[in-house]
């Protein structure tokens, strides 16, 4: 029973990078369930405070992701109307794959700055800044995934 434990954990671990990039796959709460998974093994004892503190960056990574694409748009010279059309975008963009999740933000900002009166070439600036932000979070679950893969192999070996 262990070892198909620690098969399970190494799956969630596997399918959680992967969600990192496909939409619709929630890739750090899949990464943070197979260290608990990994927990039931009497091979693998993480700590109480470890598991807190994965949960924690669990949280704020997946609200991060929602977030970030709004803060590119911000720091990339968008003003609130291209921060609410990326937002916006975020949340339309998980109805239509992963092509949407990574264009709808990008639209959304661009329509959004167009509709507050902006020229197209700060439009567009803007919604390229939405872009970097998505990229940005991507990479950020990509690293917390890869990082609780290394501490649940750590503690396998």
Do not use: N
């Amino acid at each position: 029973m262990e070892i198909f434990l620690l098969i399970l954990a190494f799956l969630f671990m596997l399918i959680g990078i992967i969600g990192c990039i496909v939409p619709g796959l929630p890739g750090t709460p899949i990464a943070y369930a197979g260290l608990w998974i990994a927990q039931a093994t009497d091979r693998v004892d993480f700590s109480w405070q470890l598991l807190l503190i994965w949960a924690v960056v669990t949280i704020v990574v997946s609200v991060l992701d929602y977030v970030v694409p709004a803060w590119g748009t911000k720091r990339f010279g968008g003003t609130k109307w291209g921060v609410w059309g990326s937002t916006i975008g975020v949340f339309v963009g998980l109805f239509f794959g992963a092509a949407g999740v990574i264009i709808a933000p990008l639209v959304g900002a661009v329509i959004g700055e167009l509709l507050g009166g902006k020229e197209v070439q700060q439009a567009l600036k803007a919604g390229w800044g939405s872009f970097i932000g998505l990229l940005c979070g991507t990479l950020l679950k990509l690293i917390c995934c890869g990082l609780m893969t290394s501490a649940l192999i750590q503690a396998v070996w």
